[in-house]
């Protein structure tokens, strides 16, 4: 194998470092090229969402087997669209998700990402999803750096997070209980949406009356920038089941405005306990349409910078690990081939929580 360093010879650095990403974590076949860790040359995200929508969520062992079908086709079309026809000069490090997600679904991409950079005589960078998330931002806007708070509201996570450097964090705040996503994927199932919930809620909500009722939003009043929505849940069903006769749109008005509240309100104190100029949103939460209006004018009131992803780099893509295995590998080195794929990985905070200063 060929040096595996991150500062290789003058000669390549004169070269942009190009790192194919493979994300296999969940119900998304994703693969894609990017450059320095700042520009994607190509992200081709392949979707299982029809796979799974007849059993009303994700079923790790339909995920797992689409993921073998379409790996293959996936990365080669990411090479493809990137130009890339040689990848074992052209390429420097071959990085997949090793965890949180589904075991099954990760061990797809991570075997996968481990077998090519072996046949290719690359380096390989095992990435934490969560901190993918963390790197959309930074790939649509190469003018926004850290240090910034981050919002990042998924279907299994909702976090606030204070990026203080690329790879430093701080966590600040997170759900105790159901993460935002999820609570959008029940409550779109209790009120007949279908899998997943959130786009089809999201669209309802901008068509209904959000003041018929006002839903609980949790631990708003507590100090601290701790979130919680499963109480919000179990409001949401008791009242629909004692309005029988309320129209769908105003339940989901008024739910998405109860969720909006709590998250751009725990955001905006998230960001001012540590005084960042910047906050941003990531995860597939962040595309929802009432979270992005409140937030940005919360930003603007507050003169803080804001950046919002496009609602294709808030979902799942390979674009975003790809560029958080080129920071990961400066700064780390490669990943360990014996590395496991680790459904409950956890992402490092370098700090202790600043909400213990609450
Ligand atoms: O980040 P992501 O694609 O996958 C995970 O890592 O979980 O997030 C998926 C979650 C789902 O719960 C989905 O319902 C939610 O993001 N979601 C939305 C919207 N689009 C996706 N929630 C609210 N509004 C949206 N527009
Ligand atoms: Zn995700």
């Given amino acids: 194998m060929r040096d595996h360093g991150p500062s290789g010879s003058a000669e390549r650095e004169a070269q942009p470092e190009l790192v194919l990403g493979i994300e296999t974590s969940c119900d998304e076949t994703a693969a894609a090229v990017v450059a320095d860790g700042r520009r994607s040359l190509s992200s081709v995200v392949s979707s299982q969402v ?36 040689d990848p074992a000069r052209q390429l420097a490090a071959v990085a997949a998700t090793t965890g949180p997600g589904l075991v099954g679904a990760l061990l797809v991409g991570v075997a996968s990402a481990k077998a090519l950079s072996v046949a290719w005589g ?28 981050v919002l990042l509201a998924s279907g299994g996570h909702t976090l606030l997070i204070h990026v203080v450097a690329p790879g430093a964090y701080r966590l600040l705040g997170q759900t105790i209980d159901d993460a935002a996503g999820e609570a959008y994927d029940k409550v779109a199932r209790m009120l007949g949406l279908g899998y997943p919930g959130g786009p089809p809620l999201d669209r309802l909500a901008a068509t209904g009356d959000p003041t018929i009722v006002r ?52 955001l905006r104190r998230a960001a001012a306990l540590v005084d960042v100029p910047a906050v941003c949103l990531a995860g597939g939460v962040a595309a929802n349409s009432g979270l992005r209006a409140r937030v940005k004018a919360d930003a603007d009131a507050d003169r803080r910078r804001c950046f919002l ?39 490092g905070f370098e700090a202790e929580p600043v909400g213990k200063a609450r």
């Avoid at 849940?233 to 909006?260: C, I, L, M, N």
């Fill in 309 to 347: 992803p496009s609602p294709a780099m808030c979902t799942d893509n390979a674009a975003m690990v790809a560029a958080a295995a080129w920071w990961r590998w400066r700064s780390d080195g490669p990943t360990s081939l014996d590395a496991p794929a680790d459904p409950n990985l956890r992402l």
């Fill in 215 to 266: 839903f609980p939003r949790g631990l708003v009043d507590e100090p601290g920038c701790d979130l919680s929505f499963s109480g919000l849940k179990t409001s949401v069903h008791r009242w629909v089941r004692a309005h029988p006769g309320a129209a769908v749109a105003d339940v989901a008005a008024a739910f998405q405005e109860a969720v909006v509240d709590a998250l751009a309100l725990k």
């Fill in 50 to 85: 029809e796979l799974h929508a007849e059993f009303g969520g994700v079923v790790p062992e339909i995920a797992g087997r689409a993921h073998l079908t379409r790996i293959v086709p996936v990365v080669r079309a990411a090479l493809a669209e990137a130009g890339i026809s």
């Fill in 122 to 149: 690359l380096p390989f960078v095992g990435v934490n999803h969560l901190e993918g998330h963390l790197y959309a931002s930074l790939l649509e806007d190469p003018t926004f750096d850290p240090p910034m708070v």
